[in-house]
């Protein structure tokens, strides 16, 4: 059964930076397309990134220059790294991972950037 679980949210300050992680069980990266999504109070959920089979990544238009998503194969892990992060970023933010047209979703971790 694939499983997903996210880690590394908190609480930082405008500008300040941190990494989420996304632990990955039966997953195969080369099979599976991999992605963040966020939703922050009263929107919708958003892709914020994401990563192809072949590692093509895609970025929401916010973020582009700040985010960055990338896969440790070795680890089985997806990650995240926020930078510059602003508080409309403020989100839960969720792991997904996407194959055989079944899509499967992380429990979230929260991120809150304020002062």
């Known amino acids: 059964q694939v499983q997903l679980v996210e880690s590394g949210g908190g609480l930082v300050q405008p500008g300040g930076s941190l990494r989420l992680s996304c632990a990955a069980s039966?997953?195969?990266?080369?099979?599976?397309?991999m992605g963040w999504y966020r939703q922050a109070p009263g929107k919708e959920r958003e892709l914020v990134a994401s990563?192809?089979?072949?590692?093509?990544?895609n970025y929401k238009d916010s973020v582009k220059g700040r985010f960055t998503i990338s896969e440790d194969n070795a680890k089985n892990t997806l990650w995240l790294q926020m930078n510059n992060l602003k508080p409309e970023d403020t989100a839960v933010y969720y792991c997904?991972?996407?194959?055989?047209?079944?899509?499967?979703w992380g429990q979230g971790t929260q991120v809150t950037v304020s002062s």
């Open positions: 039966r997953i195969i990266f080369s099979i599976y397309a």
């Open positions: 990563i192809t089979q072949n590692g093509n990544t």
């Open positions: 997904n991972a996407e194959a055989y047209g079944i899509s499967h």
